[in-house]
């Protein structure tokens, strides 16, 4: 079982629609939470960091991180076409040297 | 302005040879890693570097030599290229072990 698990998708909804993006991650000593979105051939940017249960909003974005289900989301709301890409979720461990471990990445496409 | 750039953005070359990627960042980062993307989006470290010292070394073959020559440069060597080795290369830094990592381009290699 991968540590971190993530449904590659494709999906696909119209512009304007809300997204709902998820991960679920089976080591409970992940304190750290992100979400990347990476565009083709191009680098992960990041895009919202949490740390610990709760929800952040970022403009048209929400990261939400629920530790008692071992469940993170991200929701994109008035979905742009600009939007489409493959969005990872990554997580860590905690303090100092701890690796990041990634979601395979869902792929989104908004379609006009 | 680029903030980490990798070159070169593309290798094409033959099985056994040997190939450098080289990083560079203009953060002011003191830590370095690098990814292996593979063809499903799979995003794994293989190192990482903190002040020029290695911190962060993933069940990596040892055809992989990571070196760093100062805190703004990680460049990876590799001898004896497999077929398996074909991949995105992805250079990443960010101040400090525990702060958000920002990534480059990528570096695409294609072993025949």
């Known amino acids: 079982q991968k540590e971190v698990e993530q449904d590659p998708g494709p999906l696909s909804v119209p512009e304007g629609a809300i997204v709902s993006l998820n991960c679920t991650y089976s080591n409970s000593a992940f304190q750290y939470f992100m979400w990347y979105r990476q565009y083709s051939r191009k680098g992960p940017e990041l895009l919202m960091y949490t740390y610990s249960s709760g929800n952040k909003e970022d403009g048209r974005f929400t990261a939400q991180v629920d530790k008692s289900s071992k469940y993170i989301s991200l929701f994109i709301r008035d979905s742009q076409p600009s939007d489409s890409a493959t969005y990872l979720c990554?997580?860590?461990?905690?303090?100092?040297?701890?690796?990041?471990?990634f979601g395979q990445g869902t792929r989104l496409t908004i379609n006009p | 302005d680029t903030a980490v750039s990798q070159t070169p953005k593309y290798l094409v070359t033959q099985m056994g040879n040997d190939k450098s990627i080289k990083c560079e960042q203009n953060l002011g980062h003191d830590t370095m890693y690098w990814y292996k993307q593979d063809s499903k989006k799979f995003l794994k470290i293989m190192f990482s570097?903190?002040?020029?010292?290695?911190?962060i070394n993933e069940t990596v073959p040892n055809r992989f030599s990571p070196k760093s020559p100062d805190k703004a440069h990680l460049n990876l060597h590799i001898n004896s290229l497999e077929l398996g080795d074909s991949a995105v290369y992805f250079c990443?830094?960010?101040?400090?072990?525990?702060?958000?990592?920002?990534f480059g381009d990528g570096t695409r290699l294609s072993i025949l």
């Open positions: 570097y903190n002040n020029k010292e290695l911190i």
């Open positions: 990554a997580m860590r461990v905690g303090q100092g040297a701890q690796k990041l471990v």
């Open positions: 990443a830094s960010s101040l400090g072990q525990n702060q958000p990592q920002h």
